[in-house]
């Protein structure tokens, strides 16, 4: 990558011809926020497996800020250290040619992924030993698997327990160990097919509309809970006025931000969601 006069190293001037946007036809802010928006629903896994917390209401709010605060400061600054570092024709995946300066398409890098020239992480990320990137890239990969296929058997279990939706019945029986076997199961066949299709760029849009589908839905009960005043839904200051109207204004306002995110990303998959 030294060869590569695209690869600068951390510079303020790169950063600064890199902070406009860079799109072209097949890139899209709706492209790049669809790929991008999976990396903060992890931060719910701790409303996920509320069950087993000690104190629910207290753990999930202070659980929750933390995850949001601690990664938009760790992506922010990987955001920053990428785009100091190299022109973004180079982080786009093009080949540079000394001859006439002109990207090549048919060759892309990717940060974690196979390509026509070498990788990103091979060529300017430091590896205190070979191939140390991808081992890491790998552990957190499984990891982030893991803890998965932990909290959705138990939440696609616990639906299916309430009844909400009749043909999840069959997942709703827990084994002889307490364990939601056969929900893990089912979690774990849809996840393979998702795998299957081998695209990160095909599955992330989708994968985006299910959160942000849920999250909208979730804002708009807050909103009408507290409209109508359901006593089942009692957070702090719900007797006083102006916390009424707090939650409301909330509530209806995350619900439309996130269809409009839903139709930045792809108008067809936000209107069959």
């Not at 601690?70 to 922010?76: A, P, V």
């Not at 026509?116 to 991808?134: C, D, K, R, Y």
């Not at 790998?138 to 698997?145: E, H, T």
């Not at 507290?226 to 916390?243: D, H, L």
Request: aromatic residues 14%.
């Amino acid at each position: 990558a030294s060869s590569n006069p695209w690869v600068t190293g951390p510079s303020m001037e790169t950063f600064n011809n890199n902070w406009g946007s860079h799109y072209d036809s097949k890139t899209s802010f709706g492209v790049v926020l669809s790929v991008f928006f999976p990396c903060f629903t992890g931060i719910l896994s701790g409303a996920n497996r509320a069950d087993i917390l000690r104190d629910p209401p207290k753990n999930i709010k202070d659980g929750t800020f933390a995850a949001i605060i601690f990664s938009f400061f760790m992506y922010s600054s990987f955001f920053c250290l990428w785009g100091s570092v190299a022109d973004y024709r180079y982080l786009q995946g093009k080949e540079y040619h000394a001859d006439d300066y002109h990207a090549d398409d048919d060759h892309h890098r990717r940060l974690a992924g196979a390509g026509g020239g070498e990788h990103l992480v091979t060529e300017i990320v430091w590896n205190p030993f070979p191939h140390s990137a991808q081992i890491g890239i790998i552990i957190s990969s499984l990891s982030q698997a893991l803890q998965c296929l932990i909290v959705a058997p138990r939440l696609l279990q616990s639906i299916a327990r309430d009844q909400i939706l009749s043909v999840l019945d069959r997942v709703a029986p827990l084994s002889a160990k307490g364990e939601p076997a056969k929900a893990l199961l089912g979690t774990y066949c849809f996840a393979g097919l998702l795998v299957l299709i081998g695209e990160v760029n095909a599955v992330a849009p989708l994968l985006t509309m299910c959160f942000l589908v849920a999250y909208a839905f979730m804002n708009f009960s807050c909103f009408v809970l507290t409209y109508v005043r359901s006593p089942g839904f009692r957070p702090s200051g719900m007797n006083r006025k102006r916390w009424r109207f707090w939650y409301m204004g909330t509530g209806f306002l995350g619900s439309i931000i996130c269809i409009s995110i839903m139709l930045i990303v792809n108008h067809w998959w936000s209107l069959a969601a």
